[in-house]
């Protein structure tokens, strides 16, 4: 696993290294607090995590760092309704202000790949409801 030590933040006291998993975790969250995301990507390896029972916040995130700049790549689901160049255009920004402001890396950019549109479902009909009148339960 590589860490970030840019120049910039050698200091006196010794360096500051970020792992590049915090940069995707900061990435992720920023992505899923965007109206019209309805959730990440991440492919069978992230669900697989989330079925035995552990939440991957960084699922659907893959990041290049380099010592000062970052390109993010975040796949995401859709919630139906949303106009998606719009959803995207925030993601992006979303992510490059909270990466740039929380690590000081430039984010070179920002790519959103679209993987699934979401649709509300309608509430199901109770077991009371569908039942025939008449029948014993």
Known sequence: MSTIAPDYVRTDMGSIQ?????????????TVEVPGVAGMSGGLAGGIAELLGRKNLSKGVKVDVGQREAAIDVSIIVEYGNRIPEV??????????????????????????????????????????????????
């Open 88 to 137: 995207a255009s925030d993601i992006q920004n979303n992510v490059k202000t909270a990466i740039e402001s929380m690590t000081g890396l430039s984010v070179v950019e920002v790519n959103v790949h679209i993987h699934d549109v979401h649709f509300k479902q309608a509430d199901k009909p109770s077991e009371e409801e569908v039942a025939p009148a008449g029948r014993v339960k």
């Open 18 to 30: 970020i792992a590049p998993e915090v940069i995707e975790i900061i990435a992720g969250l920023a």
